[in-house]
Structure formats: structure tokens, C-alpha cells
């Protein structure tokens, strides 16, 4: 376990990138990010003795491309022409509409998605070098603790917006987010108890995997293509703009820094010839 000056210094960095991303701050989130990230690229779980160098350079390998993916994401917020004003719908059209714009973003994406699928491909082959044991483990454990973090993200990723409708306000929205993610913890605690470490890679690597799958698919759909004449898209456009807090995004940030921690660390743990063997 982190020493306790460790674990509060990625605990404040987390609240500061995710307080950051919730109200739009690029400084903010920047900062907590890179720090929660360089404090797991340098902690001694990571870079003891006991962890392979193969590992170790492949864990810190991913964590620094999480890094510059956050770095690409994080410089489209400093790049945008309105600054902190938030732009009217007509404004947000006009520039999306826009062709050296639609290419900008496009490539930014491919970016952001790219660094995100080497760095999950980094921490594949870590956790694939674990001892053929832990890795049964893992396995074991994978199929029960990945499918309920998949449901437990579309749930969160749905708590913003899409559920108030359904179950009528926000006191049920709150009891349902309870019972759910109150359920989800008590069965990875459970989990976690019988297949020990493996099941926190199981978990760390889910978040990451998805977050790599997102942001393919919003690499896709931010792909140039003629948008004068959507009538639709520019409804969705309208519909889009918001003053409030970004919630979406607060969420993802939360989610991509849980990940990397959880399977950064775990993955580190196990790698070590005297980490637990039940």
C-alpha cells in the first residue's frame, strides 16, 4: 500500500485534474494529471528492485503515453478560439463547420486515441509477463470483476443526464447510483478477496481498455466530412451547448487516473517474487 504522504499527494492531484476538468480548466487538470501520473511512474512499488527492468520500463512506458494523451487532449482546450466564454450555437457550428478545423480535430484525436491504445498495449504485454499463476488468476478473475466495471462505466457515463428521465429525480437517481456502484463494490471486494491483487488488474485494465475504445470511436466520428447542410447535426450542435459544469468529462478524467493507478500498481505487485502467491 502507497505510504500515507504518497497516497495524499495522488489523492489531492486527482481531485485538482478532476476539479479542473469539471469546470474547464486545462491548467488545473493538466497539472493534477501529470502529477498523478509522474507520482506512479516513480514510486517504489514501480521502481524497486524486486520489479522486473522489462516490467518496470513498460509500466512507465505506458504511463507516459497516458501522459502525452492527456497532453493532446488537454491542448485542444487551450487552442479553442473562445477562451473561457462558452460559444453560442451558431458560433460552435461555424466552427466545426469549418475544414482546417475539422482536420485539426481530426488529427488531434487520431493522437489522443493512438498514445491511448500503445499505452493499454504497454500494460497488455506488462501484465502479459506475470507468472503463467497470476496470470490464471487474472483470468479467473477477469470474466466476473471486467463485465460488472463495464456496466458499472455505462452506468456512471449515464448519471450525468441520461437517468433523470427514467427514474423521475434526482433522489432516485442518487438511491439507484447507491445500490449500483454500492453493489459493484461489494462484489470487487469479494472478488479481490478470493483471487487476491489480480482481480485490481482486472479492474485497472477495463477502465483502460475502454477509455482506448472511446476514444477510437471519437477519433471516428470526429473524421472531416462536409456539415453545412446536416440539419440534424446542427440541432445536436444546439442541444450541446452548455454553460454548467462538464460532468462527462470530470468523469473520464476520474476514470483514466483510477485505471492507470489501479493497474500500474497492481500489475507492479505482481510482478515481484515475493508478492502474494494464494
Do not use: K
Not at 461555424?94 to 485539426?104: E, F, K, N, Y
Not at 490464471?136 to 428521465?165: E, K, N, Q, W, Y
Not at 447510483?177 to 461489494?186: E, Q
Not at 447542410?229 to 483510477?258: H, K, N, R, W
Amino acid at each position: 500500500m502507497p505510504p500515507v504522504n504518497t497516497l495524499l499527494l495522488l489523492l489531492g492531484a486527482t481531485l485538482l485534474a478532476v476539479v479542473g476538468a469539471l469546470f474547464g480548466s486545462p491548467w488545473a487538470t493538466g497539472v493534477g494529471g501529470v502529477v498523478v501520473l509522474g507520482v506512479l511512474a516513480v514510486h517504489p512499488a514501480v521502481t524497486g528492485p524486486a520489479v522486473p527492468r522489462s516490467t518496470r520500463l513498460l509500466l512507465q512506458g505506458g504511463l507516459l503515453l497516458l501522459t502525452l494523451a492527456g497532453v493532446a487532449e488537454i491542448w485542444g482546450w487551450v487552442a479553442s478560439p473562445f477562451g473561457d466564454t462558452p460559444p453560442s450555437a451558431s458560433e460552435l457550428i461555424a466552427l466545426l463547420s469549418d475544414p482546417v478545423r475539422q482536420r485539426t480535430q481530426f488529427l488531434r484525436q487520431v493522437a489522443v486515441a493512438s498514445c491511448l491504445i500503445l499505452a493499454s498495449a504497454c500494460l497488455g504485454v506488462a501484465i502479459g509477463r506475470l507468472p503463467r499463476e497470476r496470470l490464471r488468476r487474472i483470468g479467473r478473475a477477469a470474466p466476473t470483476v471486467g463485465v460488472l466495471t463495464l456496466i458499472a462505466l455505462v452506468f456512471v457515463g449515464l448519471l450525468p443526464s441520461g437517468l433523470t428521465g427514467p427514474l423521475g429525480s434526482f433522489t432516485n437517481v442518487a438511491v439507484a447510483a447507491l445500490l449500483v456502484l454500492g453493489g459493484y463494490a461489494w462484489v470487487v471486494g469479494r472478488a479481490v478477496r478470493r483471487h487476491g491483487t489480480a482481480s485490481i488488474v482486472a479492474v485497472g485494465a477495463t477502465v483502460l481498455a475502454t477509455a482506448a475504445w472511446l476514444a477510437v470511436d471519437h477519433a471516428w466520428r470526429s473524421r472531416p466530412e462536409p456539415r453545412d447542410s446536416d440539419t440534424f447535426y446542427q440541432m445536436g450542435v444546439s442541444v450541446a451547448v452548455e454553460t454548467g459544469p462538464d460532468v462527462e468529462t470530470a468523469i473520464a478524467v476520474a476514470a483514466l487516473l483510477l485505471g492507470a493507478a489501479l493497474t500500474v500498481l497492481a500489475c507492479a505487485r505482481l510482478s515481484t517474487a515475493d508478492s502474494e502467491t494464494r
